[in-house]
Structures are given as structure tokens and as C-alpha cells.
């Protein structure tokens, strides 16, 4: 299979969402990588993710979406932020279910970086050909990495920061999720009961434009609970401020440096 096929596959020109599919991994993937066998897909998928978003849509007042006379799932996008490879093999689990898995995964994967990349690629590669029949209008899977703002590396002179982290750009607006008629939001997360940093402002913006937040958890079985988005305070502001002043953007807008040296004064 060729580089350009694998990212062709997840980012097909006539999808909806391919314009919003990063394309830094699938441009460092060598020129003809070689697919491996998918592995079976999580049990509890149907139970925990795509069961509690279809119980609570099927419940939520208002009758059909405007936008769509098809299941009322599909006025759902999903927010995997999944560690790693996970997140890549839940959203094509998720494709069976009808949802399109669009990567937002946006650090570049040096061999050296304080992030491991590589299961990501691979499991980029190796689910590519299960995405071939997915509906052009199938809602989003957005994929994110757990890791991404490096939580507990060690950031030592030489090695490859590529720590990253999400902008509301990076996603569709909220005035395009809807005119393609999605108005609710699930993120799903493992062992976490809140939003990430970079994540509650945008999700915060969704909330007061009209999407409904969900929460739900891959770790625990339960209903996809509404997730109330609190406007951060001051210091959380001034926190996430310097978390993203540390790292390393690069002016096409992928992630990655090199930690310099320290220098030995005197």
C-alpha cells in the first residue's frame, strides 16, 4: 500500500470532514508501508461508547434533527481522546457503528520525541483499508492523543519535544457541525472525569452555541452522562497559557523541536 493511498482512505476528497484530517503522520509513514492484521476490536465498544450516545439520543426531546430524517445518532460527533494507538483502533471500531474517524494527531513523530508515535502510524496504516466504505455524510469520530501535552516525560536537552496541543481550528465549526446536522458532542475518555486543558475551552464554546456535551467513559460501564463545561477561572486561563508558551509550534502548525542545550553561563 502506498503512503498516499492510506491517507487517501481516511481523508477521501468527497467525505465531509477530510478537510479537517491532519496529514503530519501520514506524511512521515515510508513510501510503502505494510498493513498488518487489525486487531479485534475492545468488547466493550457497543456497551460503553456506542450503546449510552444512542440511549441518550434516542431519549433526548425534540423529535428528528431538522438536518437529517436518519438515526438519531448520526446528530452525534465523538471525541476520542484515547492514548495513542487506542484511539485509532476505537474510531475504526466506531466506523462499523457509521461514524467517519477523521485524526487530529498533530506532533511531528521523530524517532527521538518524548511522544511515541509509532503504534499510531502503524495503526493508521493497518485500519485504513476498513474505512473504504463509509458514508460520505457519516458524523465525525475526532481523533485526539491522550499524551499529547507530554503529562510526566522528562524533557531532556536533545531529545525531540513534540508534546502538542488542540486549537478550536482544529476542529470543524460549530456552524458547520451544524448545517451538516450535528448537535451534540460526546467525549470519550479513559480514567479522566473531566475535559483536558486544551480541550474544555473549545468544548466550553460548543456548549454555549447550542451542542449538547456528553461524557463517557471507556473504563467504567454507564450512561452517557451531559457534561456541564465550566468557564475557566482565572488561574486555570493563566495556567493553560503557560502550558502552551512551553511548547514547541512550528509555523505550519505541527509540533516538534529539539530541547536545546543548557546553557553554562558565567
Known amino acids: 500500500m502506498k503512503r498516499e493511498e492510506v491517507h487517501r482512505l481516511w481523508a477521501p476528497d468527497d467525505a465531509t470532514w477530510s ?10 509513514l515510508v513510501e510503502d508501508p505494510e498493513p498488518k492484521a487489525l ?14 450516545i444512542h440511549a441518550h439520543a434516542q431519549a433526548a426531546p425534540g423529535g428528528e434533527h431538522t438536518y437529517r430524517s436518519a438515526p438519531r445518532r448520526q446528530d452525534t460527533a465523538v471525541i476520542l481522546d484515547l492514548p495513542g494507538a ?3 483502533r476505537v474510531g475504526a471500531a466506531l466506523g462499523r457503528h457509521g461514524f467517519r474517524p477523521v485524526p487530529l494527531y498533530n506532533a511531528i513523530p521523530a524517532p527521538e520525541g518524548v511522544i511515541a508515535y509509532a503504534e499510531t502510524m502503524q495503526s493508521l496504516v493497518d485500519a485504513a483499508s476498513s474505512l473504504s466504505g463509509l458514508a460520505q455524510d457519516a458524523p465525525p469520530a475526532f481523533l485526539l492523543d491522550q499524551r499529547r501535552m507530554g503529562k510526566g516525560v522528562l524533557l531532556e536537552p536533545g531529545k525531540y519535544d513534540n508534546r502538542s496541543f488542540v486549537f478550536p481550528n482544529d476542529f470543524p465549526s460549530v456552524k458547520t457541525l451544524a448545517r451538516a446536522g450535528i448537535r451534540r458532542a460526546a467525549l470519550v475518555q479513559r480514567e479522566a472525569d473531566h475535559p483536558a486543558a486544551d480541550l474544555a475551552p473549545i468544548l466550553r ?7 449538547e456535551i456528553l461524557h463517557v467513559r471507556t473504563d467504567v460501564n454507564g ?9 475557566p477561572g482565572l488561574f486555570e486561563s493563566v495556567g493553560q497559557w503557560f502550558d502552551r508558551m512551553g511548547l514547541r509550534r512550528r509555523r505550519d502548525g505541527t ?5 536545546p542545550e543548557r546553557s553554562s553561563g558565567g
Open 255 to 259: 509540533f516538534g523541536g529539539v530541547i
Open 19 to 28: 478537510a479537517w484530517v491532519k496529514p503530519v503522520l501520514f506524511a512521515y
Open 223 to 231: 450512561p452517557a452522562e451531559v457534561l456541564r463545561v465550566a468557564r
Open 39 to 52: 486487531p479485534s476490536p475492545p468488547s466493550w465498544i457497543e456497551a460503553r461508547i456506542v450503546a449510552p
Open 205 to 211: 464554546s460548543w456548549q454555549e452555541q447550542g451542542i
Open 86 to 88: 487506542a484511539g485509532v
